[in-house]
């Protein structure tokens, strides 16, 4: 199993650019999340699925959009960087049921500088 | 106010130390605990959760405290692998949304 996998692993764009972060899991887990982090400040939720076909805002939506294209995807896309979303992006994975630990799994994370 | 703080350190301790590091929460409806790992430019991962009755995993101990809204982590034996950032992590009652801290670095040195 590959576990959480995000494309892609660097991306510089200019101010006004568009770009989508992919992101897929192969442990058939239900929820899925779009954190980003930045230096001194916790991961921060951006954008969150609990199941297939749902989506909901997070603490930082604003500049993003989601799609849960299936169970194992889901993309954040950037419809026009600013310079203030330079972060690092990661995407994570859990299985939401009676009796689950709950645990996140991480995928590796995108670095995105807008410049 | 930060719902989740903790102390960003860096926290330099020779080999074989004991070290301890406290989080703090504000949200008193925060339900279920954890500490995550991150090394340098890497994801992050569970270490271990936190129970009200502490728990243990080798050299690791975790600790919580309702009443004080606080949760600890003790590493006992310091190895130099476990130097990476150490993130409190907690979660309300409801829905499975995670508040993270923004970590404790240690640094184990021989």
């Known amino acids: 199993n590959a576990g959480v996998t995000q494309t892609p692993k660097f991306q510089v764009l200019k101010t006004g650019q568009s770009m989508t972060l992919q992101c897929a899991q192969d442990m058939n887990h239900n929820s899925m999340y779009w954190y980003r982090q930045d230096p001194g400040m916790g991961l921060r939720l951006i954008y969150y699925?609990?199941?297939?076909?749902?989506?909901d805002k997070g603490e930082v939506p604003n500049g993003y959009n989601v799609s849960r294209l299936n169970k194992r995807e889901f993309s954040l896309r950037l419809e026009s960087a600013a310079p203030s979303q330079t972060s690092v992006y990661f995407c994570?994975?859990?299985?939401?049921?009676?009796?689950?630990?709950?645990?996140?799994?991480f995928g590796p994370g995108t670095r995105l500088t807008v410049l | 106010r930060k719902e989740v703080e903790q102390d960003p350190g860096p926290f330099n301790v020779p080999e074989g130390a004991t070290v301890a590091f406290n989080c703090t929460y504000s949200?008193?409806?925060?339900?279920?605990f954890f500490w995550y790992r991150q090394d340098c430019r890497k994801e992050p991962k569970l270490l271990m959760s936190?129970?009200?009755s502490g728990n243990e995993d080798g050299r690791f101990t975790a600790q919580l405290n309702r009443a004080s809204q606080y949760i600890s982590l003790l590493i006992r034996d310091s190895k130099l692998s476990d130097s990476a950032t150490y993130l409190c992590v907690v979660k309300a009652k409801y829905g499975n949304k995670l508040v993270f801290g923004a970590g404790t670095i240690l640094r184990v040195k021989s």
């Open positions: 699925s609990a199941s297939e076909g749902t989506t």
């Open positions: 936190v129970y009200s």
């Open positions: 994570a994975s859990s299985e939401i049921s009676s009796g689950s630990t709950d645990t996140q799994y």
């Open positions: 949200n008193s409806a925060s339900q279920s």
